[in-house]
């Protein structure tokens, strides 16, 4: 099967780009192209117009903006992959970023592509409720930035209006000094979409204390949520409150039911995850070996 036709436009600017956007409601932008061309292959959808932001210098790049990591959306996920900056600084996106895909896809998959699409099992956009990141986006009024909390409204669907432009996403740098991670997902094959997966960053004080605890679930429901393990900060970080604390905040999922998993095994497998991974930050953090967060490193 074909596209349907549609006018392909590349602008100059992230200016033109959002014009364009806001003089048509049935036009999409395109950049890396992954998840759109399949889907323009297929028909499921038919944009009268692309606009391709690809090739916009002020759109890619790795940057420091005090005490956060700003990502440009045209940054491709492999660019990500490789940066120590962005290793040294977001050691949490550095390990769930090898299971976005696989590396065909993440040769030209963007990061601004991955959280605008809003899949629910994505692992950027998971990383980024974790850890509170702000999403930049820009339309002919202006710039503007939207929690991850709040940008993620469903499945594929989030905040953005006809004419706005994600440009860039921005993840909080941790300044502690002992910060561990833990990533970990269940899918059919590897590199395929996940039922669930869970994402932890951990701070320890010098006593090995918890001063910092954040853990994400993606896959389980119409979006990724971030739940609140809080209750483990002043404590040991002995298994049994781990358990607990995951699962009484697994409380508030709403998890679904599709033809790869029940709604009561994706609950299930969420708390696992969620405290394996939350088991293995805390090893991390304590070992030493996690990559502590840096700014400007």
Partial sequence: MKPAPFEYVRPGSVAEACALLASDEDARLISGG?????????RLARPTRLVDIYRLPELNG???EGDVLAIGATTRQVQVERSALARQSLPLLAKALPWVGHPPTRNRGTVGGSVAHADPSAEIPLVAVTLGADIEITNPEGVTALAADDFFIGPMVTSVMPGDCVTAVRFPIWSHARIGTGFHEVSARKSDFAFVAAAAQVALDESGSCIDAALGIGGVGDRPVRLDVSSLIGTGLDKQSIT??????AEVLEPASDLHASAAYRLRVAVALGTRALEDAINDARAGDGQTAKRGA
């Avoid at 998840?35 to 297929?42: D, F, K, R, V």
């Avoid at 607990?244 to 905040?249: C, G, I, M, N």
Wanted: hydrophobic share 55%; net charge positive; proline share 6%.
């Fill in 34 to 42: 992954q998840t759109l061309i399949p889907m323009l292959a297929m």
């Fill in 244 to 249: 607990e604390s995951v699962r009484q905040a």
């Fill in 62 to 64: 790795i940057r420091v």
